[in-house]
């Protein structure tokens, strides 16, 4: 993949992309083999652009399950059945 955004470097260490729901498992079930915390953008980016975009999902360690925390209260099967019509 050429970045559009950056141009492109003879070093850059790739990516891989995980698709399968048994992959994505063992993946997130394996952080000493594997880790989102450093990108999963396919375009080699700047740690501040990382950090700044980054969402729980790509985090690693302990961090995501704070925050986690907090999203899940939004979705309580209660609050899910509230927006049940907009999503609709």
Known sequence: YESTLLPPQDDTPGFWSVTKHADCRYVS????LFCSGKGVLMEDMPEIVI????S?????GEAPRKVR???EQAFTPRN???LTQWIA
Do not use: I, S
């Open 69 to 71: 925390g907090l999203v």
């Open 51 to 54: 950090t700044a975009t980054a």
């Open 29 to 32: 079930r394996n952080p000493k």
């Open 56 to 60: 729980f999902l790509v985090m690693d």
């Open 80 to 82: 899910v059945r509230k």
